[in-house]
């Protein structure tokens, strides 16, 4: 009688298991499942959604996000939080638009200088927080009052229109198929990533988060780390507003104003602790797109706009339950049986 041989089917069958136990382990499978799960029902249900026209405002709508989620996931990280994104994007659209109409500046020069705008208020936030040991979330709260109000001195409330096409490129632009704003945000996902997982800054930016005492009795600088995660917080801002100059066509007071909450949503979604020390970069790229697709699908679909409020603002409460499974601090038995 002639032996079966069995192993290797068998150590096959094993080996795929394995597999698809470490993909699911990973931090990002679980929203890059959800995310294919949103855009495949609305592929069937929606022929307007998959059509080239939406799925590139989709994707400009998402790099404008990812780009700005990317700054806050950093600071979160680190233990703050930044309130001023959305504050500091329409600065630094402002600012641009200003300086070339009234200024008559290159365009190019004019988006350098409101670069370094957004740069400058990412200081001010880290120099109130790491010097003054100011709150965070109460000081980037006022800087954003403050950066608002320097919008209107600049501006009077009056638009910046007729703009010429060097400033609306990021936006508006494409290579190919495309989007402009897509390869500047695969961009900054990629050097974000590799800044907050391969650098001796990242290291220290999670050990802050984690715990910032022990951090400082090991000798780590916070008052550089948060300065630092600042900065680059409020720069990725001013670029997130710069593109969406290019979305907008004109440069309107008002512009960014709505891109604080799905910043930081896409963040939470993405996996980010809010305790801090835990974060992923390709994650809130995944919270940013499932964001995304889902406010899109809930225009497409003609849900009423209050409507949309409700379920966004349940995405958030989601986000925050998910967050707090992560932490350890919520289990099963609290969803089933709770104890008041």
Excluded: C
């Amino acid at each position: 009688m002639t032996r079966l041989d069995v192993g290797p089917p068998v150590e096959k069958a094993r080996t795929s298991r394995v597999s698809v136990t470490d993909l699911l382990a990973h931090r990002e499978s679980g929203i890059l499942i959800a995310f294919v799960l949103v855009f495949t029902v609305m592929s069937i249900i929606s022929p307007s959604f998959r059509t080239p026209f939406n799925l590139t405002v989709l994707a400009k709508q998402m790099a404008v996000v990812t780009i700005m989620a990317n700054g806050q996931t950093l600071v979160i990280i680190s233990g703050a939080f930044d309130l001023s994104q959305s504050a500091v994007a329409g600065l630094t659209a402002m600012v641009a638009g200003v300086l070339w109409f009234n200024a008559g500046l290159d365009p190019v020069l004019a988006m350098i200088l409101a670069l370094l705008t957004g740069a400058a208020a990412g200081a001010t936030n880290g120099i109130l927080a790491a010097r003054f040991k100011l709150h965070p979330i109460v000081m980037t709260l006022a800087t954003s009052t403050m950066f608002t109000g320097l919008i209107f001195v600049i501006t009077h409330g009056k638009p910046v229109i007729g703009l010429p096409t060097q400033l609306l490129w990021m936006g508006e632009a494409s290579i190919g198929p495309m989007p402009v704003s897509v390869l500047i945000m695969l961009l900054v996902v990629a050097a974000m990533h590799i800044l907050l997982t391969r650098t001796l800054f990242g290291l220290r930016v999670r050990q802050v988060g984690g715990n910032r005492e022990a951090a400082r009795l090991t000798g780590v600088n916070v008052h550089r780390i948060w300065l630092g995660v600042f900065i680059i917080s409020a720069t990725l801002a001013a670029l997130g507003g710069l593109i969406e100059l290019g979305r907008v066509g004109n440069a309107i007071p008002s512009i960014g104003i709505t891109l604080l909450f799905p910043i930081i949503t896409a963040s939470i979604l993405g996996g980010t602790l809010l305790s801090g020390g835990e974060g992923s970069m390709i994650g809130t790229m995944l919270g940013a797109a499932v964001l995304t697709v889902i406010n899109n699908s809930l225009v497409i679909l003609q849900v009423d706009i209050y409507a949309q409020s409700v379920v966004q603002g349940a995405l958030v409460v989601v986000a925050l339950i998910v967050d707090q499974f992560r932490r350890g601090q919520l289990t099963l038995r609290d969803l089933i049986r709770p104890e008041l």
